[in-house]
């Protein structure tokens, strides 16, 4: 998932938007770890980026995505950028 979420929208509250957002990555985080495994592998790990925009992401644990997005929240940015990839992992 490579995707920027835009906060603005004439009709729909910051807090709502920002909410969809959080519910389409933990979804896409789901979705991935209920894939079947590759053979050899224990289990899926994910290479996280995020920041206010592309050139600004920065590399972050899977478990400090709920973190950025509430920064992003209290700072009232109009949008933020996120990049989940999954990955096997063999060890």
Not at 16 to 41: F, N, Q, S, T
Request: proline share 3%; charged share 35%; aromatic share 8%.
């Amino acid at each position: 998932m490579k995707k920027t979420f835009k906060l603005t929208h004439p009709k729909t509250k910051y807090a709502r938007l920002v909410d969809g957002a959080r519910r389409d990555i933990k979804k896409y985080i789901k979705r991935e770890l209920r894939k079947e495994l590759p053979e050899g592998a224990l289990s899926w790990d994910f290479d996280c980026k995020f920041g206010a925009t592309v050139e600004d992401a920065e590399t972050i644990q899977a478990s400090d995505i709920t973190k950025c997005i509430n920064t992003i929240e209290e700072q009232k940015l109009e949008s933020f950028y996120i990049e989940i990839l999954v990955k096997p992992v063999t060890e």
